[in-house]
């Protein structure tokens, strides 16, 4: 037997250990797999118009943690096969309706179906109110007026357009808003004449047809003119354009009634006081 120096006795057991606590631990273990994803059966989902109850197509339903994504069917209906078991976020998208987002479970014990609803994303305009631009009146007076104004059978000036006009003469406004009738200057003042019988008699004999003018419904009486004597009716230029709160002319056929007392067939001017 051959024996071996003490050196090399010991460097051979201490390979003998080695190997031996090699053999106790075993090979080297293999590396974890990674986790993968489970994915359920698939939860079935409806989509539905929120207004009117059907069935919305073409809907995205994306899975936000995933970014998987399917469209819903002609019925509105779609499985979650892409989600996971564990559940995800949901978005559920298309163009003309508000984007909805939900947390979705797709678990084996989530098997009642899903329904969404989605709504229009058309903009919803604030109501719109409208208000009668006519002014509400407590003369009774007045009233009338507007009354007679919806009719529409004479011309008429209404407050809105007086208070434009405050500064002008009587006979301007007139002028402005009435057609088919002249005006006769004597001095100061001011003499409103039917157009038509004016130019009739402007070469001839007889007399002026002056229309009546009457002020809150009261007839005013014509008077002489001092410097003219052929000359006789009522000056406009006494009344202020900022008292008046309504102006309203006739042609003889369409007087009412109540305002027709005369009969002078020359047609009705018709003023009223302004409304404090």
């Given amino acids: ?19 031996a606590a090699g053999l106790a631990q ?40 995933s970014g998987l994504s399917a469209f819903t069917t002609k019925t509105g209906t779609l499985s979650l096969f892409f989600v996971d078991t564990a559940g995800s976020m949901m978005r559920f998208r298309k163009v003309g309706y508000v984007p ?39 003369s009774p007076l007045l009233r009338g007026f507007e009354e007679r104004r919806k009719a529409g059978h004479g011309y008429f000036v209404p407050e809105a357009q007086l208070r434009k006009q405050d ?8 002028s402005a808003h009435v057609p088919g009738i002249t005006f006769q200057r004597s001095a100061s003042k001011m003499y409103l004449v039917s157009g038509r019988t004016s130019m009739q008699l402007s070469g001839g004999s007889g007399k002026r047809c002056y229309p009546d003018i009457l002020l809150d419904g009261v007839r005013l009486s014509p008077a002489a003119d001092a410097q003219n004597p052929n000359f006789a009716g009522v000056d406009l230029n006494q009344f202020s354009v900022m008292d008046i709160g309504a102006v309203e002319f006739y042609n003889t056929a369409s007087i009412p009634m109540q305002f027709n007392a ?7 001017l018709l003023l009223w006081t302004r409304e404090r």
């Avoid at 329904?115 to 407590?138: E, N």
């Avoid at 500064?167 to 007139?174: E, M, N, Q, R, T």
């Fill in 100 to 138: 909805v987002m939900m947390a979705v479970g797709n678990s084996l014990r989530d098997t009642v179906p899903l329904i969404v609803m989605l709504a229009h994303s058309g903009q919803t305009l604030p109501a719109v109110v409208t208000r009668d631009s006519t002014r509400v009146y407590f």
């Fill in 262 to 268: 005369t009969a002078s067939g020359c047609g009705a």
């Fill in 26 to 65: 075993g090979p080297p273990a293999a590396p974890a797999l990674a986790a993968r994803q489970v994915v359920g059966r698939g939860r079935i989902i409806g989509v539905y118009d929120a207004m009117t109850g059907d069935a919305v197509d073409s809907v995205e339903v994306r899975d936000m943690l």
């Fill in 1 to 19: 037997m051959t024996l071996l120096p003490l050196r090399w006795s010991r460097a051979l057991a201490a390979v003998s250990l080695a190997s």
């Fill in 167 to 174: 500064d002008h003469k009587l006979s301007d406004v007139i």
